[in-house]
């Protein structure tokens, strides 16, 4: 099934004209990269905070006002090249390195919405406290790993 899927998005008028001019693959891969330094660098330095290392004068609550704002410009970024990538070359979600991306996005993904539905919401009674909370920390190691491992695994994509 993945291999017709594959080959019907290859054929595609899209995906053959993406590949069949001289600089668009090239300038969305480096748009793309841009778009994950501006997601992955603020969401690190958040993440930084939730684990206390850094600044810890910083309140939580505007260290994520800035760094996140930011985060939401590299992701649309990152989503929308992203997917113009993999319909120029569909042939890269068949890829070893595809699920591992894909699933460590995922996390990523339920690890934002956990935080921000849970601990988050109350930010304002521990923002300001240079103890953070557990849950808080355990948030900020595992986007850190999640987002660690998308940026690996997207480089072997770009190599399979």
Not at 30 to 51: E, K
Request: hydrophobic share 55%; glycine share 10%.
């Amino acid at each position: 099934m993945l291999t017709g899927l594959l080959t019907w998005l290859a054929a595609t008028d899209l995906s053959v004209a993406m590949r069949g001019t001289r600089l668009l693959y090239p300038v969305l891969e480096c748009v793309h990269l841009i778009g994950i330094a501006v997601l992955v660098g603020p969401a690190l330095a958040f993440d930084m905070r939730l684990l206390g290392v850094g600044h810890r004068l910083l309140s939580v609550d505007v260290a994520a006002k800035y760094l996140l704002s930011l985060s939401r410009i590299g992701f649309i970024l990152a989503v929308t090249t992203g997917f113009a990538l993999l319909v120029a070359n569909p042939w890269a979600a068949a890829s070893s390195a595809a699920p591992f991306k894909f699933g460590l996005l995922a996390i990523a993904g339920v690890n934002i919405a956990i935080f921000h539905a849970g601990i988050y919401r109350r930010v304002g009674s521990w923002s300001h406290s240079p103890r953070t909370p557990v849950s808080a920390k355990v948030a900020g190691a595992i986007s850190t790993v999640s987002w660690a491992g998308v940026i690996v695994s997207g480089r072997m994509l770009a190599y399979a």
